[in-house]
């Protein structure tokens, strides 16, 4: 069923003008979202295990990296956000059948996402001694806070190139390798973190640099199997079918241009939602350690629930990306609507999982009954919501495998900013912590109502 060949026979149907059945599109969907999907739930595996050595580090240990946690997340979507500038546009030129301007659009990506990836890198250096005391951290956690936040930051460029490449390989519809190497990164981060931790003892420390350790050796290999070894993309070695044409492209601001107009509101949402989840853990970290922690594991633990939606939502973005060179709209629908059902159908059954055994889940990463019982009463809270947070999902990653960006952020903005941090700051007060994720199950409720809207609607397609 998972079969390298039949993905690649059947996505060649994309770019030739081949007909293809329901059942066609279906196991396409299948054959791209499942090796993203099992990279997805294996690094929160991995993850999981990676939050219980902290948390058996102490709770001031967990604490101090779930504090810091949403700034490294807001700086993870930016360097997303100047990848994806440029790899829907390789995944256009891929389904027009245009792999020489692909290949240059790779270059340029290669070029402009670095600097990018150094500027954010220099500026999370300079922060990283006031970030702490900014969201609210006391004395007691600032210090390993800034050292976990710091080491980030020094290997944000090899950050950005495993992104830029990973993104790369997707789009040209290789969805096995960025999958099997998330897997090969986050084992290598369990290893490297028990050692640095339990072996010489280096507590947040061992913990920040073993997650380093490992995306700088897994960005290189990553990046080495794009630029080297696929067979659409390759810039050298022998699968580069043009080596000598290609040292003397010029540099085309065009695709600059272009990689602005779909990065510039991603990256201004992802500022803003970033920015919203620092103002949610501005709100709950005076609820106390405790309250953090709970907060910290619960989104750990509810990101079991939410994975398969990415997988299926990066599968959308390739399928939708290819479909939109191909000038396919027929294909583009399709795809849409099947790829949404497949989202909400495995992300309801996700959340009755969650509901279920939210207890356990808590306890996978913690001993303290106090954390455990808190945790698993918002995860149950939040597992309700979970069909329409698929909705949210998978119908963003169509719009943006459309190059369709500025909406949504917009929709996704006032969603968060509008609803879930306004109820999250009148409920906390009153109910703590439940009250913050009872806040977010009524925005992402609303939010994936809207976005099914402007799905159905397609506007999003306005270019086929």
Known sequence: MFSKKESE??????????????????????????????AQLTSVVMFFIDQ????????????ACGLVESSTWLIGSLTNAASMGFSVQVAHFIGANDMERARHVFRHGLLCTLLFGFVVGATG?????????????????????????????????FFQLSGLAGAMLKCSGDMRTPSIMSIVMCVMDVVFNFILIFVFHLGVLGVALGTALAIVIGGAMQAYIALFRNKLLALFGRLNNDPQRSLRHYFEWGYVRNAVKISAPMALQSVLMGGAQIVSTIIVAPLGNIAIAANTFAITAESVCYMPGVGIGEAATTLIGQSIGAARRDLCRSFARLTVGSGIAVMALMGAVMFLTAPLLMALMTPVEEIIALGASVLRIEAFAEPMFAAAIVSYSICVGAGDTLRPAIMNLC?????????????APHYGLRGVW????????????????????ERWMKGT
Do not use: H
């Open 9 to 38: 026979a059947l996505l060649e149907r994309i770019r030739t003008g081949g007909q293809m059945t329901r059942k066609d599109k279906l196991n396409l969907i299948v054959q791209l979202s499942i090796p993203s999907i099992l």
């Open 52 to 63: 219980a050595m902290v948390g058996r580090i102490s709770v001031e240990a967990a604490a």
């Open 125 to 157: 250096l300079a922060i990283t001694p006031f970030l702490p005391y900014w969201l609210g951290g006391g004395a007691d956690i600032a210090g390993d806070a800034s050292i976990y936040f710091g080491v980030f930051c020094s290997i944000i460029p």
């Open 415 to 427: 969603s968060m900013w509008g609803i879930r941090l306004t109820l999250a700051a009148l409920l």
């Open 438 to 457: 009872v806040a977010m199950a009524v925005e992402l409720t609303f939010r994936g109502g809207i976005f099914l809207v402007r799905i159905f609607r």
